[in-house]
């Protein structure tokens, strides 16, 4: 674990109300793939640390990277008002939601800002030409709340062991090359044909995340051992 001051050098809007902050690291920083950090802001004069995870991937050297879903908080508005150059704390790494290829099949079933320590792990997958085979079942409102849709595209094209499924829960209709409503039992079954043989990562808001669990436990028989989960609980 390693306390660090890192200047901001960029950020980048990933869709509307999710920004990506980028900070230089000069010295890399032993990590995971799926760890997250402490990033702690001044508030009105008030030190306020929240947890983020890291949604670069340890393989992309030289910065580090959290993206946030901006809300209405005043901890949100004073990073949304951040210009680069600033010098910040950052304490890292921490968490267990991590996959360096330990297992030969996993699928992980995410929505929202959850994304954001998967696509950590499958950028590393991708870089270092991992054998496992990965399947993401992800689900947004509406197209545009797909938060790194084109990354993943990009590292669809470089790893044939990885495949996206995105499903829509905020359509009237259907969208081509869009599933069509929340995760459930049939999406798996249908998508993930193998998934007895998978472990189960799981990342996003909380209810998403317990309901997600009771499907896989009482639904598809899935033993608790097998599923990982990060639920984004306030700091
Ligand atoms: C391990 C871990 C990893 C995480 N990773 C991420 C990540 O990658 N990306 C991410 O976005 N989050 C992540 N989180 C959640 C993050 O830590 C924050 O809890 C989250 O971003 C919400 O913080 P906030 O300050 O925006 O809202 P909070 O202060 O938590 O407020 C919650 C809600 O109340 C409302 N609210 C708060 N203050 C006001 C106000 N003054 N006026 C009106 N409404 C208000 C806001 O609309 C907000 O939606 C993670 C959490 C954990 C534990």
């Not at 000069?26 to 402490?38: A, C, N, S, T």
């Not at 079933?109 to 991708?126: D, E, V």
């Not at 709340?145 to 470089?158: H, L, P, R, T």
């Amino acid at each position: 674990m390693e306390n660090l001051r890192l200047e901001l050098v960029s950020i980048i809007t990933q869709c509307a109300g999710v920004k990506t902050f980028r900070f230089r690291l000069d010295k890399e920083v032993p990590r995971k793939p799926g760890q997250y950090l402490i990033f702690t802001l001044d508030v009105n004069g008030k030190q306020v640390p929240k947890a983020f995870s890291i949604s670069s991937s340890p393989t992309e050297k030289g910065y580090i990277e959290f993206t946030k879903k901006l809300t209405d908080s005043d901890f949100s508005k004073t990073l949304d008002a951040l210009k680069p150059g600033g010098l910040f704390s950052l304490r890292l790494p921490m968490g267990k939601f991590t996959f360096e290829g330990e297992f030969p099949k996993a699928a992980f079933l995410s929505g929202g800002i959850g994304i954001t320590p998967i696509r950590s792990i499958f950028k590393y997958a991708t870089d270092i030409k991992l054998s496992s085979s990965l399947v993401l079942l992800y689900s947004a409102r509406v197209p545009e709340q797909c938060v790194f849709k084109n990354d993943f595209a990009v590292m669809q094209k470089e790893n044939k062991n990885i495949k996206m499924v995105y499903t829509l829960t905020d359509c009237k209709e259907e969208v081509p090359g869009f599933r069509f409503g929340a995760i459930n039992e049939a999406m798996v079954k249908e998508d993930v044909p193998d998934y007895k043989e998978r472990k189960f990562f799981m990342c996003g808001p909380p209810g998403m995340v317990e309901a997600m669990r009771a499907m896989l436990l009482t639904g598809l028989g899935i033993s608790k051992e097998s599923i990982i989960t990060e639920d984004f609980t306030g700091y």
